[in-house]
């Protein structure tokens, strides 16, 4: 019978040796019990938690990714550089290091507003899959779009982004005709 | 008297305001901390009341909603099957058990309350209450029977209080739909979509059998203008058009030589413009399968103006007239419309019409024009402590990024003149207008009140197996609400 530290360990040996994909799969899979365990036992967590049938962003995995460092510029120009999970989507990114920006992440991740809209820069860009048709069809919709914006709730970090800058728009009143 | 005194003071202000305070005597104390009140709890309203109470240490916002139940269009004008945009509750709920804020329904500001009575009690008033009129559908046969506003339509499904009683007849076999922005859309999709992916919604269970029964087999979307001016998106016309059950007709001369250059424009702004009309043309090539007695059409009739509804008995509705328009110029962004004088003549059993929403007056104070109220990044034009924001000052257009988009400038116009506002003025916000209230024999129901509202719904939708089941009368609410409060008061009595 295996003890319980050795059972946690191939546990663990299991998980990192999955595919990043596998291990997405597993996040969302798991994320209700990941949820409420993060309820539970952290505290500053509990306010940003609130349980819907509807979410799809989560919050710190329980366990570890790789970690990287990005910085992010928010409405009022100011740089917060933070570390993100590798694999973990840009709102997860925002909402775990409780960057708290007003208004950002309105739908909680589920394609339904443009809130969390991010620009990037273009050689960062370019290497980003091509966005969905859901996606491109709220981004059409989002205040300041240029060229290089995504929305924060559909890019997940790779090790390559180390050190890159997103912003969020600055603009904030359309000036689209709609 | 002192007492009272003394308790605002050590509860309500910092120590250094608290010096100041006492340096000059109890004489000239008023309460320093800023009250402010917004009317309207939906998207725009929520998006102040955020912006407010995380940038301000001491503000207290004050929330008034004409019903008994907050959120506005996010309950009564986002479709059933658009929970995911109904998220948003989440964040407002979150926002809504802060200390400083409080939640007033029931109240309708303009009837119940003046403006001039809310400015008096509050340091800041920021109007958020949408826009509460229709554009008005000025052809003969407009009060034919199965005739609707949208307003109308729309709230009849999503269980808005004023349109439970509609007669709404789907016995016919077609449905015609005035307006191609997403509202339009929306009606479509309800009046096409099988209704087994309706049955666990929040859609009323009255409209639900209403549907179920439907007859309805072609929808007809009717738009003055071009492809390039159609105002919905293609994520909305594809919910439609994409359905399995549905084949969509597009007349082919829609997609004109100006047309085509449009589509190859690299302008940004003009991206969701040129995604939409090249998903219509897409979806116009597609080859239709006729065969199945389960398919439905949709149609759209671009370039087209309705000038009369027209019955052939018992008032009923049975016939849409229609001119046929052209579109001229090489800028297919930019045409010019002509009417012809062909007729064209569409028989329908419903009519429909979404043609856009225009604000209500709810003082004449508030400077209106052209039907968006005069303001500066949200503060209004002329005045120093009302403030504005959403639909109610630029018009009824956008979707919830931009209302909360909106809600960030305002909430910054009101931050920077409130400290100046607070110290002009001593009042005490709800502690002043909530007896007047009170006194004129009207009830107002709490955010407390909501949530035993709320869970009622959600546990009356799980008997269901529905997301939620709406309550569809105001009195019931209230009376929902009252029910909470007692059985409240007898569990702590015992």
Redesign the interface.
Known sequence: MLSMANFGKSIVSCLSSLESTHLQALKLATRGLRYNYFKLHCPKLK?RI?T?P??RFQTAPLLHNDKITINIVD?NRKTHTVQANVDDTILDVVIDNQL?F??YG???G??????C?VIFNQEVYDTLEEPL??E???L????G???TSRLGCQVHITKEMEGMTVKLPEE??????? | MLTNVLKQITTKCSVSKLYCVASFGFSTLGNTQPHVCIVGSGPAGFGVAQTLLKNHEQVQVDMFEKIPVPFGLIRYGVSPDHQDVKNAINGYSQTATSERFSFFGNVDIGQDVSLPELLSAYHAVVLCYGAQEEATFNISGKNLKNVFSSKQFVGWYNGNPEFQNLDVNLSGKSAAIIGVGNVALDCARMLLKPTEQLQETDITSSALKTLQKSNIKSVYLVGRRGPMQMACTRKELSEVAGLECVNTFVEENCFSKSVETALKSKDLARRKQRRLVAYLQKVSKQVKDDTSEDTKKLYLKLLRSPVALESKNDDLIANVKLIKREMQGEDAFNPTFTDTNVVENLPCDIVVSCIGYQNAVISDDIPFVDGKIMNKNGKVDDRKDLFTCGWCSHGAKGVLADSSNDSLVTGASVLSNLDQLASDKNCNGSNDIVPKILQRGLQITSWKDWKTIDSFEIKRGQKLGKVREKVVSCDEMLQIANEGKSNEANTSEK
């Not at chain 1, 589920?110 to 809130?115: D, E, G, I, N, R």
């Not at chain 1, 059409?140 to 205040?143: E, N, Q, S, V, Y």
């Open positions: 306010n609130v819907s509807m979410r409405r708290d007003e208004s309105v739908c909680e589920t394609v339904a507003c443009s809130t809209h048709m859901d491109m069809d709220m059409d919709l989002a205040c779009l240029t060229e904030i009143t359309d000036a689209r005709d709609l």
